[in-house]
Nanobody, 119 residues
Framework: QVQLVESGGGLVQAGGSLRLSCAAS????????MGWFRQAPGKEREFVAA????????YYADSVKGRFTISRDNAKNTVYLQMNSLKPEDTAVYYC????????????WGQGTQVTVSS
């Protein structure tokens, strides 16, 4: 398995931007598909975005398409989530996850980072 640590969360006004990072340990990071998920208070965790091991394929939830961009740097063992045009409904704890294929399931999870968007 791979260990994951998210960072970059915080408080931002609606319309603002944040970039989340997820640093992975281990030498096999480049073999994993990576995903971002989020969980808002009182709601179930939901898929946000995913990227294949090579970075050649990306997938997004309809709610973030056109606003969020997932990317990865295999040399740095890091996956990113650039979030633009943030909305209050984007407020959640954001988790990164790793798995063998981009369709999931994702077996390794980080501890999460809080994103709060004020109106």
């Amino acid at each position: 398995q791979v260990q994951l640590v998210e960072s970059g969360g915080g408080l931002v006004q609606a319309g603002g931007s944040l970039r989340l990072s997820c640093a992975a340990s281990g030498r096999t990071f480049s073999s994993y598909a990576m995903g971002w998920f989020r969980q808002a208070p009182g709601k179930e965790r939901e898929f946000v975005a995913a990227i294949s091991w090579s970075g050649g394929s990306t997938y997004y939830a309809d709610s973030v398409k056109g606003r969020f961009t997932i990317s990865r740097d295999n040399a740095k063992n890091t996956v990113y989530l650039q979030m633009n045009s943030l909305k209050p409904e984007d407020t959640a704890v954001y988790y990164c996850a790793a798995g063998p294929v981009v369709a999931g399931p994702f077996g390794s999870w980080g501890q999460g980072t809080q994103v709060t968007v004020s109106s």
